[in-house]
Protein backbone atom coordinates (compact mmCIF):
# COMPACT_ATOMS: atom_id res chain seq x y z
CA UNK A 1 0.00 0.00 0.00
CA UNK A 2 1.67 3.92 -1.12
CA UNK A 3 1.49 5.61 2.02
CA UNK A 4 0.96 9.77 1.88
CA UNK A 5 2.02 12.04 4.27
CA UNK A 6 0.04 15.28 4.15
CA UNK A 7 2.20 17.10 6.99
CA UNK A 8 0.49 20.75 6.46
CA UNK A 9 -3.01 18.85 6.49
CA UNK A 10 -5.09 18.40 2.95
CA UNK A 11 -9.31 18.20 2.61
CA UNK A 12 -11.24 15.66 3.79
CA UNK A 13 -12.30 15.14 0.16
CA UNK A 14 -8.59 14.48 -0.87
CA UNK A 15 -8.21 12.17 1.89
CA UNK A 16 -11.35 10.43 0.83
CA UNK A 17 -10.32 10.08 -2.61
CA UNK A 18 -7.01 8.76 -2.13
CA UNK A 19 -8.49 5.85 0.50
CA UNK A 20 -11.16 4.92 -1.82
CA UNK A 21 -7.94 4.39 -4.56
CA UNK A 22 -6.25 2.32 -1.61
CA UNK A 23 -4.04 4.51 -0.82
CA UNK A 24 -2.88 4.97 2.94
CA UNK A 25 -3.48 9.06 4.43
CA UNK A 26 -1.45 10.52 7.36
CA UNK A 27 -2.35 13.78 8.52
CA UNK A 28 -0.50 14.53 12.00
CA UNK A 29 1.62 17.52 12.19
CA UNK A 30 5.36 16.71 12.05
CA UNK A 31 8.05 18.87 13.67
CA UNK A 32 10.70 20.11 10.36
CA UNK A 33 13.05 18.33 12.51
CA UNK A 34 11.81 15.14 13.12
CA UNK A 35 10.09 15.04 9.99
CA UNK A 36 12.76 13.02 7.83
CA UNK A 37 12.66 10.29 10.90
CA UNK A 38 9.01 9.94 10.29
CA UNK A 39 8.55 9.77 6.58
CA UNK A 40 12.08 6.91 7.02
CA UNK A 41 10.16 4.78 9.46
CA UNK A 42 6.61 5.28 8.07
CA UNK A 43 7.90 3.94 4.40
CA UNK A 44 6.13 7.18 3.45
CA UNK A 45 5.88 7.72 -0.04
CA UNK A 46 4.40 11.13 -0.91
CA UNK A 47 4.85 13.90 1.54
CA UNK A 48 2.86 16.35 1.03
CA UNK A 49 2.94 19.99 1.80
CA UNK A 50 2.04 23.74 2.28
CA UNK A 51 3.30 26.63 2.99
CA UNK A 52 4.44 25.23 6.44
CA UNK A 53 6.90 22.22 5.68
CA UNK A 54 10.20 22.56 3.49
CA UNK A 55 11.37 19.86 1.42
CA UNK A 56 14.83 20.99 0.83
CA UNK A 57 18.07 18.63 -0.37
CA UNK A 58 18.82 17.73 2.79
CA UNK A 59 15.34 15.77 3.30
CA UNK A 60 15.71 14.78 -0.44
CA UNK A 61 18.94 13.03 0.18
CA UNK A 62 18.16 11.73 3.44
CA UNK A 63 14.45 10.03 2.85
CA UNK A 64 15.38 7.21 -0.45
CA UNK A 65 11.74 5.97 -0.48
CA UNK A 66 9.88 9.25 -1.49
CA UNK A 67 8.24 9.45 -4.76
CA UNK A 68 6.31 12.84 -4.90
CA UNK A 69 6.23 15.80 -3.10
CA UNK A 70 3.33 17.72 -4.06
CA UNK A 71 2.26 20.93 -2.70
CA UNK A 72 -0.98 22.48 -1.79
CA UNK A 73 -0.68 25.55 -3.96
CA UNK A 74 0.59 27.42 -6.53
CA UNK A 75 4.56 28.39 -5.30
CA UNK A 76 7.19 25.93 -4.41
CA UNK A 77 9.72 28.70 -3.00
CA UNK A 78 9.72 25.94 0.31
CA UNK A 79 11.01 23.06 -2.08
CA UNK A 80 14.12 22.09 -4.24
CA UNK A 81 12.24 21.32 -7.23
CA UNK A 82 14.75 20.85 -9.36
CA UNK A 83 16.87 18.97 -7.21
CA UNK A 84 14.23 16.63 -6.51
CA UNK A 85 13.61 15.82 -9.85
CA UNK A 86 17.21 15.13 -10.75
CA UNK A 87 17.01 12.64 -8.02
CA UNK A 88 13.67 11.46 -9.88
CA UNK A 89 11.20 12.41 -7.62
CA UNK A 90 7.54 14.26 -9.26
CA UNK A 91 6.76 16.99 -7.80
CA UNK A 92 3.23 18.50 -8.48
CA UNK A 93 1.20 21.45 -7.27
CA UNK A 94 -2.12 23.03 -7.52
CA UNK A 95 -1.67 26.18 -9.85
CA UNK A 96 -5.12 26.79 -10.44
CA UNK A 97 -7.47 25.35 -7.27
CA UNK A 98 -6.70 28.23 -5.57
CA UNK A 99 -7.14 31.48 -8.26
CA UNK A 100 -10.79 32.42 -6.83
CA UNK A 101 -10.18 32.47 -3.61
CA UNK A 102 -6.80 34.57 -3.94
CA UNK A 103 -8.94 36.91 -6.18
CA UNK A 104 -11.85 37.66 -3.61
CA UNK A 105 -9.06 38.12 -0.64
CA UNK A 106 -7.28 40.92 -3.13
CA UNK A 107 -10.89 42.65 -3.55
CA UNK A 108 -11.99 42.08 0.93
CA UNK A 109 -8.93 43.73 1.01
CA UNK A 110 -9.52 46.12 -1.54
CA UNK A 111 -13.27 47.02 -0.71
CA UNK A 112 -12.38 47.32 3.11
CA UNK A 113 -9.55 49.42 2.01
CA UNK A 114 -11.50 52.35 0.16
CA UNK A 115 -13.50 52.55 2.88
CA UNK A 116 -11.51 52.20 5.75
CA UNK A 117 -12.44 49.24 7.27
CA UNK A 118 -9.14 48.67 8.89
CA UNK A 119 -8.93 51.37 10.83
CA UNK A 120 -12.14 51.89 11.53
CA UNK A 121 -12.98 48.08 12.91
CA UNK A 122 -10.28 48.96 15.39
CA UNK A 123 -11.28 52.03 16.31
CA UNK A 124 -14.77 51.36 16.78
CA UNK A 125 -14.26 48.82 19.54
CA UNK A 126 -12.21 51.70 21.50
CA UNK A 127 -13.97 54.36 20.75
CA UNK A 128 -17.10 53.25 18.96
CA UNK A 129 -19.45 54.41 22.30
CA UNK A 130 -18.20 57.22 23.53
CA UNK A 131 -17.13 59.08 19.77
CA UNK A 132 -19.20 57.82 17.20
CA UNK A 133 -19.70 61.21 15.27
CA UNK A 134 -16.41 62.11 15.26
CA UNK A 135 -15.13 58.44 13.83
CA UNK A 136 -17.89 58.89 11.40
CA UNK A 137 -16.83 62.03 10.35
CA UNK A 138 -13.27 60.61 10.26
CA UNK A 139 -14.19 57.79 7.53
CA UNK A 140 -16.92 59.85 5.33
CA UNK A 141 -14.28 60.01 2.81
CA UNK A 142 -14.38 56.54 0.83
CA UNK A 143 -13.95 55.93 -2.78
CA UNK A 144 -15.86 53.71 -5.30
CA UNK A 145 -14.09 51.18 -7.31
CA UNK A 146 -16.51 51.53 -10.02
CA UNK A 147 -14.78 53.47 -12.89
CA UNK A 148 -11.07 52.89 -11.36
CA UNK A 149 -8.53 51.57 -12.85
CA UNK A 150 -6.52 48.33 -11.44
CA UNK A 151 -3.03 47.46 -12.25
CA UNK A 152 -2.54 44.10 -11.68
CA UNK A 153 1.41 42.91 -11.57
CA UNK A 154 1.82 39.39 -12.95
CA UNK A 155 -1.09 38.32 -15.59
CA UNK A 156 -1.32 33.97 -14.63
CA UNK A 157 -4.31 32.36 -13.87
CA UNK A 158 -4.71 34.58 -10.18
CA UNK A 159 -4.05 37.82 -11.97
CA UNK A 160 -6.70 37.08 -14.92
CA UNK A 161 -8.75 35.67 -11.65
CA UNK A 162 -8.61 39.17 -10.17
CA UNK A 163 -9.03 40.50 -13.84
CA UNK A 164 -12.56 38.86 -13.56
CA UNK A 165 -13.84 40.65 -10.92
CA UNK A 166 -12.66 44.24 -11.22
CA UNK A 167 -14.13 44.01 -14.39
CA UNK A 168 -17.54 43.02 -13.33
CA UNK A 169 -17.20 45.23 -10.66
CA UNK A 170 -17.12 47.96 -13.82
CA UNK A 171 -12.94 48.72 -12.94
CA UNK A 172 -10.69 49.45 -15.85
CA UNK A 173 -7.83 46.94 -15.87
CA UNK A 174 -4.61 47.13 -17.04
CA UNK A 175 -1.71 44.58 -16.26
CA UNK A 176 1.75 44.15 -16.90
CA UNK A 177 3.21 40.39 -17.98
CA UNK A 178 6.36 39.79 -19.88
CA UNK A 179 5.09 36.43 -20.67
CA UNK A 180 2.13 37.09 -21.55
CA UNK A 181 1.41 40.34 -24.34
CA UNK A 182 -2.75 39.71 -24.76
CA UNK A 183 -5.37 37.70 -22.89
CA UNK A 184 -8.89 37.28 -22.98
CA UNK A 185 -10.87 37.50 -19.91
CA UNK A 186 -13.90 35.11 -19.88
CA UNK A 187 -16.79 36.11 -17.36
CA UNK A 188 -19.59 33.42 -16.64
CA UNK A 189 -22.72 34.79 -14.65
CA UNK A 190 -25.10 32.78 -13.19
CA UNK A 191 -27.37 32.20 -15.47
CA UNK A 192 -25.08 31.47 -18.29
CA UNK A 193 -24.41 34.71 -19.62
CA UNK A 194 -20.68 34.89 -20.74
CA UNK A 195 -18.99 37.70 -21.63
CA UNK A 196 -15.19 38.42 -23.20
CA UNK A 197 -13.02 41.19 -22.59
CA UNK A 198 -9.67 41.64 -24.95
CA UNK A 199 -6.83 42.74 -22.83
CA UNK A 200 -3.17 43.98 -23.82
CA UNK A 201 -0.16 44.26 -21.35
CA UNK A 202 0.99 47.74 -21.02
CA UNK A 203 4.70 48.32 -19.57
CA UNK A 204 5.70 48.41 -16.16
CA UNK A 205 5.78 52.08 -15.67
CA UNK A 206 2.71 52.51 -17.39
CA UNK A 207 0.82 50.27 -14.46
CA UNK A 208 2.52 52.24 -12.07
CA UNK A 209 1.60 55.55 -13.43
CA UNK A 210 -2.63 54.99 -14.58
CA UNK A 211 -3.13 52.72 -11.62
CA UNK A 212 -5.26 53.82 -8.83
CA UNK A 213 -4.69 50.56 -7.21
CA UNK A 214 -2.31 48.05 -7.97
CA UNK A 215 -2.25 44.33 -7.06
CA UNK A 216 0.70 41.86 -7.33
CA UNK A 217 0.74 38.67 -8.41
CA UNK A 218 4.09 37.10 -8.92
CA UNK A 219 6.23 34.78 -7.90
CA UNK A 220 9.10 34.86 -5.54
CA UNK A 221 11.74 36.89 -6.42
CA UNK A 222 15.50 37.53 -5.64
CA UNK A 223 14.96 41.30 -5.63
CA UNK A 224 11.84 43.67 -4.79
CA UNK A 225 9.30 44.12 -7.58
CA UNK A 226 8.09 47.16 -5.33
CA UNK A 227 10.84 49.20 -3.79
CA UNK A 228 11.22 53.27 -3.28
CA UNK A 229 11.83 53.99 -7.16
CA UNK A 230 8.59 52.08 -7.77
CA UNK A 231 6.30 53.68 -4.93
CA UNK A 232 7.18 56.62 -6.32
CA UNK A 233 6.14 56.58 -9.15
CA UNK A 234 2.62 55.32 -8.62
CA UNK A 235 -0.51 57.51 -8.35
CA UNK A 236 -0.38 59.87 -5.34
CA UNK A 237 -2.77 58.01 -2.76
CA UNK A 238 -3.11 55.00 -4.47
CA UNK A 239 -3.27 51.49 -3.07
CA UNK A 240 -1.26 48.80 -3.11
CA UNK A 241 -2.30 45.30 -2.42
CA UNK A 242 0.80 41.92 -2.40
CA UNK A 243 -1.60 38.88 -1.44
CA UNK A 244 1.85 37.57 -3.52
CA UNK A 245 4.57 36.73 -1.88
CA UNK A 246 6.42 38.60 0.79
CA UNK A 247 9.81 39.56 -0.38
CA UNK A 248 8.11 41.48 -3.47
CA UNK A 249 7.35 44.53 -1.81
CA UNK A 250 10.13 46.35 0.31
CA UNK A 251 8.57 47.21 3.14
CA UNK A 252 10.95 49.73 4.62
CA UNK A 253 10.10 52.12 2.08
CA UNK A 254 6.42 50.95 1.84
CA UNK A 255 5.97 52.34 5.26
CA UNK A 256 7.57 55.41 4.54
CA UNK A 257 5.48 55.92 1.53
CA UNK A 258 2.04 55.48 3.73
CA UNK A 259 3.77 57.73 6.51
CA UNK A 260 4.40 60.03 3.73
CA UNK A 261 0.90 59.86 1.88
CA UNK A 262 2.54 58.80 -1.25
CA UNK A 263 -0.09 55.97 -1.20
CA UNK A 264 -3.33 55.71 0.88
CA UNK A 265 -3.20 52.30 2.08
CA UNK A 266 -1.63 49.01 1.82
CA UNK A 267 -3.13 45.72 2.09
CA UNK A 268 -1.03 42.31 2.93
CA UNK A 269 -1.67 38.97 2.81
CA UNK A 270 2.29 37.77 3.09
CA UNK A 271 5.24 39.45 4.43
CA UNK A 272 8.95 39.59 4.44
CA UNK A 273 9.48 38.35 7.87
CA UNK A 274 6.80 35.36 7.80
CA UNK A 275 5.58 33.86 10.38
CA UNK A 276 6.97 37.21 12.34
CA UNK A 277 6.05 40.08 10.58
CA UNK A 278 7.83 43.93 11.08
CA UNK A 279 6.29 45.34 13.97
CA UNK A 280 6.53 48.63 12.28
CA UNK A 281 3.79 47.02 9.86
CA UNK A 282 1.57 45.17 12.24
CA UNK A 283 0.86 48.43 13.91
CA UNK A 284 1.01 51.00 11.28
CA UNK A 285 -2.88 52.60 11.01
CA UNK A 286 -3.09 52.30 7.00
CA UNK A 287 -1.96 48.26 6.91
CA UNK A 288 -4.61 46.07 6.28
CA UNK A 289 -3.54 43.18 7.37
CA UNK A 290 -4.72 39.22 6.58
CA UNK A 291 -2.11 36.28 8.07
CA UNK A 292 -1.58 34.73 4.43
CA UNK A 293 -4.74 33.36 4.47
CA UNK A 294 -5.42 33.69 0.77
CA UNK A 295 -5.75 30.16 -0.70
CA UNK A 296 -7.82 29.27 2.56
CA UNK A 297 -11.22 28.71 2.13
CA UNK A 298 -13.14 25.70 2.32
CA UNK A 299 -13.89 25.51 -1.36
CA UNK A 300 -10.38 26.08 -2.38
CA UNK A 301 -8.96 23.51 0.20
CA UNK A 302 -11.45 20.98 -1.49
CA UNK A 303 -10.38 21.74 -4.81
CA UNK A 304 -6.86 21.53 -3.62
CA UNK A 305 -7.49 18.42 -2.03
CA UNK A 306 -9.30 16.88 -4.53
CA UNK A 307 -6.18 17.82 -7.34
CA UNK A 308 -3.12 16.47 -5.64
CA UNK A 309 -5.02 13.12 -4.98
CA UNK A 310 -5.92 13.08 -8.77
CA UNK A 311 -2.28 13.59 -9.57
CA UNK A 312 -1.09 11.28 -7.08
CA UNK A 313 -3.55 8.49 -8.62
CA UNK A 314 -2.49 9.45 -11.75
CA UNK A 315 1.53 8.96 -11.41
CA UNK A 316 1.44 6.00 -9.35
CA UNK A 317 -1.49 4.02 -10.84
Do not use: W
Not at 12 to 18: E, M, N, P, R, W
Not at 71 to 90: C, E, F, Q, W
Not at 217 to 227: F, L
Not at 292 to 307: F, K, L, M, V, W
Request: net charge negative; hydrophobic share 40%.
Amino acid sequence: MIKVHANDGISQSGVQALEKAGYSVSTTKVAQEQLVNYINQESISVLLVRSATTARKDLIDACPGLKIIGRGGVGMDNIDVDYARTKGLHVINTPAASSASVAELVFAHLYGGVRFLHQSNRAMALEGDTNFGSLKKAYAKGRELRGKTLGIIGFGRIGKAVAQIALGSGMRVVYFDQYVPSATINLKFYDEQELNFELTGSTFDAVLGESDFITLHVPAQKDYVIGADELSKMKAGAGLINAARGGVVDEVALIEALESRQISFAALDVFENEPTPAIQVLMNEYCSLSPHIGAATNEAQDRIGEELAAQIIDLTA
